[in-house]
């Protein structure tokens, strides 16, 4: 058995006797210290880098949260801080960026499509497939109607300026790709890839 | 919108402390408080501590590291020419490995164990302060090469803490004859870009100019050089990392582990304590490493001062 200061270790009581600490005669205070920890259990977060969903400015964020994402372990966030490796924000982050947290878990916060039909004065609830058919329908009868293949000159144009859309701030480069590909092919021209807001 | 105007220099006319900055890549030790802030650090945890008898023998040592490197000061004399020969080609300038030792290595040792011989010491540590008497200077010179390029027998592992030491006092003393400006991250981000040597852990700083960013503490020169936070410094992963902290202490000492490669770093926040030291609080939680290994994981590389036999390391 050789000693290393380079390769991986673990520390274990049968170790601890033959380390460095054992045979200088300190052996009895490792094993006071591995009886000493014995009662205690390790706790556990998970560490994650993110983006601010806030602002185009795009803020990293360091993400904590409760359980290891095994089978049956229910994760919870429990603390964000702005990344101080990022070279936008360097740790910071501003007032709405430091309340995140509370954004995570606000009662109001949307996390299913929600629907309120003309003339009706709640909104409820609906599947993703119905939001998504609405939402495709309604395009489709406005291009259909508004689109614009060619100008006075008779140039081919093939424009359609009837719908705008914003984009999510937090998108990365293949993020903005995709959506550029999808709403330009359709014709749209009143568009921003990140909302500025 | 701004048109038709002078350009914006680009140089901040703001207050100093405002503005992000990045952090410093390389901070390079004092050798005139290096090691007494560990001995003070070690002292003070010392007390009530499980471990105390070896803690306040480990404060000792460091006690005893602080008089040669501020007495003695035994170092190398690179030339700035070497020095940027070895940057230029990405390597560290005093590879522990390759490294020519200057001979006042011995004499920093020998000092090193007259003034730790005079506390109290366990019959086993005196032992081991008259093997390295007896020994001439090529033995000694054997030892420190199958220190610093593996290959030591467990049964030097006693004598090999003093040379650790007084290795320690002598890459530090080395390391604080360069410039931080002349030197370079290594590729490899998880060794020292002076010495080339695994860090002891990693403290988030609290304080200066870039609070909450991470320095790696190496285990031989002291240099801290700068390490992006949430990234294993062994494989590089970020998909399965995680914090481990002992249950109900107040979260001065974490331990990073990663899910990919099974191994884990210490992290110390500076926030929760401000004065906390990276090398004596890393022999203090040595607890959190019997946890963390009983989990399952391999610390990424140990304390020079606290060396563990390992069935898989290769003797050469």
């Avoid at chain 1, 004065?121 to 939001?131: G, L, N, R």
């Avoid at chain 2, 003070?40 to 480990?58: Q, S, V, Y």
Wanted: aromatic residues 6%; contains cysteine; charged residues 20%.
């Amino acid at each position: 058995m050789a000693l290393t200061r380079r390769e991986f270790i673990k520390f274990t009581g049968l170790g601890l006797a033959a380390s460095s600490l054992g045979m200088l005669g300190f052996g009895a205070a490792g094993e006071a210290q591995a009886a000493a920890v014995r009662p205690f259990k390790l706790t556990h977060a998970t560490e994650t880098r993110n983006t601010c969903t806030y602002c185009s400015v795009a803020c990293g964020l360091l993400i904590y949260s409760m359980g290891d994402r095994a089978k049956n372990a229910h994760s919870n966030i429990i603390h964000i801080e702005g990344d101080p490796d990022h070279p936008v924000n360097r740790g910071t982050l501003c007032p709405k960026g430091a309340a995140l947290l509370d954004v995570v878990h606000a009662p109001t916060r949307l996390k299913v499509p929600r629907y309120r039909a003309a003339g009706a004065t709640e909104f409820k609830e609906v599947s993703w497939d119905f939001a998504l058919d609405r939402i495709a329908r309604l395009m489709k009868d406005d291009r259909d109607e508004n689109f614009v293949e060619k100008n006075a000159a008779g140039t081919t144009v093939n424009r359609w300026t009837s719908v705008g859309m914003l984009a999510a701030s937090a998108s990365s480069s293949e993020t903005s790709y995709l959506t550029w590909k999808v709403v330009r092919s359709l014709g749209m021209v009143v568009f921003d890839n990140q909302a500025r807001v | 919108m701004r048109q038709f105007e002078a350009p914006p220099s680009g140089k901040w006319t703001g207050p100093n402390h405002a503005g992000v900055k990045a952090p410093e890549p390389i901070v390079l030790a004092d050798p005139a408080t290096r090691f007494a802030a560990t001995a003070k650090r070690l002292a003070k945890l010392a007390d009530g501590h499980p471990m105390e008898a070896w803690l306040r023998f480990m404060a000792a040592l460091a006690e005893a590291q602080h008089a040669v490197a501020t007495t003695l000061a035994p170092a190398s004399s690179l030339n700035t020419a070497s020095v940027a020969q070895a940057v230029n080609a990405r390597l560290p300038p005093l590879a522990a490995d390759g490294h020519e030792r200057d001979p006042s290595w011995r004499e920093g040792l020998a000092s090193l164990l007259d003034h730790i011989e005079r506390s109290e010491l366990p019959p086993a540590a005196r032992d081991a302060i008259e093997q390295l008497r007896r020994s001439d200077a090529a033995a000694l010179d054997k030892l420190a090469d199958q220190f610093l390029r593996g290959g030591l027998s467990a049964a030097d592992a006693a004598a090999a803490v003093y040379v650790a030491a007084a290795l320690q006092v002598y890459f530090t003393c080395s390391a604080a004859r360069l410039k931080a400006d002349d030197l370079r991250l290594l590729e490899e981000r998880s060794l020292c870009p002076c010495c080339g040597s695994p860090s002891v852990d990693g403290l988030i700083t609290a304080t200066g100019v870039t609070p909450g960013t991470r320095f790696l503490f190496c285990s031989l020169c002291s240099t801290a050089w700068n390490h992006v936070r949430a990234v294993c410094i062994t494989c590089g992963g970020t998909r399965r990392l995680s914090l481990h902290g002992i249950e109900g202490d107040i979260g001065v000492i974490k331990a990073e582990t990663c899910g990919d490669c099974h191994t884990y770093a210490k992290l110390i926040y500076q926030v929760q304590d401000t004065q906390v030291d990276p090398y004596a609080d890393d022999l203090a939680s040595l607890g959190l490493d019997i946890l963390v290994t009983e989990a399952g994981y391999a610390r990424h590389a140990p304390n020079p001062l606290l060396l563990v036999g390992d069935d898989e390391a290769v003797a050469s």
